[in-house]
């Protein structure tokens, strides 16, 4: 028998230790000695193009008569996806763009042990695709295969996020003349925020303990009313958000 394995090799069975054989391709022919021992002849044929399918002829010779010859075709791994990124979420979707390799070339993301299969695109341009169904605020990873006539490549992975959830309960809390208390609930003990108001921004860590975190906005305006919006934050990646009006006193 006459064919390839799983890794590209080509693959026969010997006839007799008198045989040899010659491989014929894209109009090259290497020789091949008659083996020795047992067990299946393996040739590696190399240097040849990703994502393309080739016909091999096989003869067996003895004493400078060759076989009629026996041929099968065989693919080469196409190359992976170029320039796999995530390129947006939220709560429980991630989006990811790849390019496309080429007309013939489809794809399988594999992630969380389910495999999903995506069509060979038609059109230039990047190719996005988006997960849904995920959980806020947790790390995924993604590795995403190119697929030629069955053949899958090498595979290439990349780690994405959801975006957390927002807060919750954001309130003023307390006020004065020139400062307004805010509190909210935390989220987890991941989940840090960014405090935005007036054009600036204020980084607060994720709590530690439990409870609700409290933020005090100091050298304000008396009888001003201030918009907040506070974001929560994980891998630098951030909720929605959810915005309050409070006024200090007078």
């Known amino acids: 028998m006459f064919s390839q394995t799983t890794d590209n090799n080509s693959r026969w069975n010997k006839v007799n230790n008198n045989v040899s054989f010659v491989l014929q391709f894209n109009g ?48 080469t791994a196409p190359s992976n996806a170029q320039n796999l990124i995530s390129s947006g979420q939220n709560e429980t979707s991630i989006t990811l763009q790849w390019n496309k390799v080429n007309n013939n070339v489809s794809f399988v993301l594999q992630f969380n042990g389910t495999e999903t299969e995506i069509s060979a695109p038609a059109g230039n341009g990047p190719l996005n695709h988006t997960v849904s169904s995920l959980t806020a605020g947790t790390q995924y990873t993604f590795t995403l295969y190119s697929v030629f006539e069955n053949i899958r490549s090498s595979g290439v992975n990349i780690t994405a996020v959801t975006a957390p959830p927002n807060a919750d309960s954001f309130r003023s809390s307390g006020q004065n003349e020139t400062s307004i208390t805010l509190q909210w609930n935390k989220v987890n003990n991941n989940v840090s925020f960014v405090l935005q108001f007036n054009g600036t921004e204020t980084d607060i860590s994720a709590p530690a303990g439990n409870g609700p975190v409290n933020q005090t906005v100091s050298s304000l305006t008396a009888g001003t009313q201030y918009t907040f919006t506070l974001y929560s934050v994980f891998e630098n990646v951030r909720s929605s958000g959810v915005s309050i009006t409070a006024v200090t006193g007078e």
Do not use: C, D, K
């Not at 090259?28 to 044929?45: C, D, H, L, M, R």
């Not at 994502?51 to 009629?68: D, H, I, K, P, W």
């Open 28 to 75: 090259t022919e290497t020789s091949i000695s008659a083996p020795a021992g047992n067990g299946p002849v393996n040739q590696t044929v190399s240097s040849l193009t990703a994502g393309t399918q080739y016909t091999f002829t096989l003869y067996s010779v003895f004493e400078n008569v060759r076989s009629s010859g026996v041929s099968i075709t065989a693919v």
